[in-house]
């Protein structure tokens, strides 16, 4: 068994082809610009349509951003708007289903539920989570199940997994957001 490389590389995922699901990641005061860069990288790899940043996340062009995110940054589309409530409004009227990462009285398990063809999956600031303000303008939210004795883990990994989640989720809800 030899690692596939190069051509054999892009031949081997051409037989797998991405599901047909828009997806944006939206990160709401992430301010470790660690985060933010794994976060594109994370974008780049599920193709997602862009990376909405907000309030006090950091933002390109950043030296660490650029280094974690293996430039992923340059190629990624991304906007940045100061008030996270005010863009989930936005995409919520571009038709997003817009889904905060968040434990919440009814979150429900991320590989537990049908997802519409468009999803904005929401993260907040590593400390705090996403705000009450942008929790309440959400069409709900998801959460990954922690089995050991901490109740988190690190924000881009996180978002990285749901993220892959539900871009793969099987079906796709015909309810409207």
Request: aromatic content about 6%; some cysteine; hydrophobic content about 40%.
């Amino acid at each position: 068994m030899k690692p596939l490389r190069g051509i054999s590389l892009k031949r081997f995922f051409q037989k797998h082809p991405r599901p047909d699901r828009e997806l944006v990641l939206m990160l709401q005061d992430v301010e470790d610009p660690v985060n933010v860069g794994a976060s594109f990288r994370t974008a780049d790899a599920l193709r997602c349509s862009q990376v909405v940043l907000t309030g006090i996340s950091a933002r390109p062009p950043h030296k660490l951003i650029t280094k974690v995110g293996r430039g992923k940054d340059r190629r990624v589309r991304w906007r940045y708007a100061e008030d996270s409530a005010a863009a989930v409004d936005e995409l919520r009227a571009e038709g997003f289903e817009v889904l905060a990462l968040e434990i919440t009285e009814d979150a429900i398990r991320v590989d537990a539920r049908s997802y519409s063809a468009r999803v904005c999956l929401v993260v907040g600031h590593e400390d705090h989570g996403v705000t009450r303000r942008t929790l309440e303008r959400c069409d709900g939210s998801v959460f990954l199940p922690m089995y050991g004795k901490g109740a988190s883990m690190n924000l881009s990994v996180a978002l990285g997994i749901a993220a892959y989640t539900v871009l793969h989720a099987g079906k796709v809800s015909d309810a409207p957001p």
